[in-house]
Each structure stands twice: as structure tokens, then as C-alpha cells.
Nanobody, 123 residues
Framework: QVQLVESGGGLVQAGGSLRLSCAAS????????MGWFRQAPGKEREFVAA????????YYADSVKGRFTISRDNAKNTVYLQMNSLKPEDTAVYYC????????????????WGQGTQVTVSS
């Protein structure tokens, strides 16, 4: 079992930065691939970024590549999403998720989810 708690969301102006954190409970965090997803009002949940269990491989949606960076600290049971050059279209609730095994871009492949944190980017 893994419990996930996101933090770090807020209101920021376009061009600004935020860093999201996702703290995980449990002793096997280092065996889980982690993903970040987001959901804007009226839209489906979409993949943002993922990182392998070891942290050696990262994957991004084209819409955030070059602006967002996913990382993890297995000693702290935490995964991060550094978001730079934020745009109004990045406004959404951001969720972290965990899955045993390799990463996936599909939300249905993740068995554990946090409660989400709101990110609002003003123009």
C-alpha cells in the first residue's frame, strides 16, 4: 500500500515557477514508478511526466517538455515536479500517482493516487 500527499500548488503569474511535491508513505517507495497527471475543468485527466523507480529515466508529455522536470528522492519518499515558464493552459489540478513496475502514460495503469493540488496560472 502506498499513500500519496501532494503539496506546492498555488496561484502564479504566467512565466512563473512552482515546485510540486508528493510525499509517499510505505517502505517500498523505491520500487514504484511515479507519475504526474493533471486535470483541467471539463477535460480528461492527462499525462504530464513520469519517472522510473530508480529515477534514472524520465518521460514527459510534449506540452511540458523543456519546461517541467520530474525528479525523486527515494531516501525521502518524495517525488517532485518543477514547473517553469508556466502558461495559463497549465492550470489544472495536479495529481501524483504510483505504480509497481515500469512507467506508463496511461492513468489507468496507476493504482495509487494522491488527492491533488490546484495550480492556477494567471495571464
Amino acid at each position: 500500500q502506498v499513500q500519496l500527499v501532494e503539496s506546492g500548488g498555488g496561484l502564479v503569474q504566467a512565466g512563473g515557477s512552482l515546485r510540486l511535491s508528493c510525499a509517499a508513505s510505505g517502505r517500498t517507495f523505491s520500487s514504484y514508478a511515479m507519475g504526474w497527471f493533471r486535470q483541467a475543468p471539463g477535460k480528461e485527466r492527462e499525462f504530464v511526466a513520469a519517472i522510473s523507480a530508480s529515477g534514472g529515466s524520465t518521460y514527459y508529455a510534449d506540452s511540458v517538455k523543456g519546461r517541467f522536470t520530474i525528479s525523486r528522492d527515494n531516501a525521502k519518499n518524495t517525488v517532485y515536479l518543477q514547473m517553469n515558464s508556466l502558461k495559463p493552459e497549465d492550470t489544472a489540478v495536479y495529481y501524483c500517482a504510483a505504480r509497481s513496475g515500469i512507467y506508463s502514460r496511461r492513468s489507468n495503469d496507476y493504482g495509487y493516487w494522491g488527492q491533488g493540488t490546484q495550480v492556477t496560472v494567471s495571464s
